[in-house]
Structure formats: structure tokens, C-alpha cells
Nanobody, 115 residues
Framework: QVQLVESGGGLVQPGGSLRLSCAAS????????MRWYRQAPGNRREWVAS???????NYADSVKGRFTISRDNAKNTVYLQMNSLKAEDTAVYYC?????????WGQGTQVTVSS
């Protein structure tokens, strides 16, 4: 069993920054690929970034160069540093992992980019 709890969302002006955190409980965090997704109103949930157990990262083209995913295995936590935020980044951001093919999602944290 894995539980994921996101935090760090909020309201930020265009061009600003936020750092999201996802705290994981349960065994095996170190071995799991961790991912961030987001879902804007009226849109499908979309993948944002991934980080493997070895620290390899991948990003959606829409966030490449602006967002950075990282992990602290000692704290069972994955982060998403978001810089140069745009209005179109407004969404609920979700943490995800799928050990042994079982999907686990956090409750989400709202990010609103607006002046």
C-alpha cells in the first residue's frame, strides 16, 4: 500500500515560481518511478514529468526548461520546482506512482497562475 500527499500549491503571478512536494508512505519508494500529472478544468489529465529510481528525468514539451523534478529518497519525497509559470500551467497537480502495475494517486494540489 502506498499513500501520496501533495502540498505546495497556491496562487502565483505569471512568471513566478512554486515548488510542489509529494510525500510518500509505504515500502519501496526508492525503487519506484515517480510522476507528476496535472488536470485543468475541462481537460484530460496530462503527464508533466517523471523521475526514475536512478534519478533519470523526463518532461512534457510544454514544461521542459521551466520545471524540474527531483527526489529525496531519505525523505520519501518527490518535488516539482516550477519556474516561469504561465496562465496555462493552472491546474490541479497530482503525484503518481505505479509499483508492480498498481496505480496510486495523491489527492492533488491546486496551482493557479493569475495576475
Amino acid at each position: 500500500q502506498v499513500q501520496l500527499v501533495e502540498s505546495g500549491g497556491g496562487l502565483v503571478q505569471p512568471g513566478g515560481s512554486l515548488r510542489l512536494s509529494c510525500a510518500a508512505s509505504g515500502r519501496g519508494f526508492t525503487f519506484n518511478t515517480m510522476r507528476w500529472y496535472r488536470q485543468a478544468p475541462g481537460n484530460r489529465r496530462e503527464w508533466v514529468a517523471s523521475i526514475t529510481s536512478g534519478g533519470n528525468t523526463n518532461y512534457a514539451d510544454s514544461v521542459k526548461g521551466r520545471f524540474t523534478i527531483s527526489r529525496d529518497n531519505a525523505k520519501n519525497t518527490v518535488y516539482l520546482q516550477m519556474n516561469s509559470l504561465k496562465a496555462e500551467d493552472t491546474a490541479v497537480y497530482y503525484c503518481h506512482t505505479a509499483p508492480s502495475g498498481l496505480n496510486y494517486w495523491g489527492q492533488g494540489t491546486q496551482v493557479t497562475v493569475s495576475s
